[in-house]
């Protein structure tokens, strides 16, 4: 096993309970390296989607859509870089859930 798989696996584990977060699935990964040598700067990008919420309907096909948050991340360590990433995509799944959730409790009040 990769230690970047390793380490977001480790990730997902830890912030599921701690955040009540539901089961996220990394849908997509991608690293490149921005510079060359020892001392290389790494940036990360990945997409993550939500298992229970955030499904769209297409009106014209019917078909349903999961929404996905992307998150990047850049660092000399691709482990370091992977996490970033993964923590910006959870940050932003997270924040659009709050989002969501004021609108409706605005909606009902």
């Known amino acids: 096993m990769l230690p970047v798989q390793w380490v977001l696996g480790q990730l ?25 040598g020892i001392d290389a700067l790494a940036t990360t990008r990945v997409l993550i ?3 229970k919420s955030h499904t769209l309907t297409n009106a014209m096909t019917g078909e349903t ?4 948050f992307s998150g990047t991340g850049a660092g000399m360590d691709i482990v370091v870089s992977s996490v970033r990433a993964y923590i910006n995509a959870l940050n932003k799944m997270l924040g659009f859930n709050d989002l969501t959730d004021s609108k409706v409790s605005a909606g009902s009040s």
């Not at 859509?65 to 996905?68: Q, W």
């Open 12 to 36: 997902i584990q830890l912030t599921m309970p701690l955040i009540s977060l539901e089961e996220v699935t990394l849908v997509e990964y991608g690293l490149n390296a921005v510079t060359e």
């Open 49 to 51: 989607r939500g298992n």
């Open 65 to 68: 859509v999961h929404r996905t």
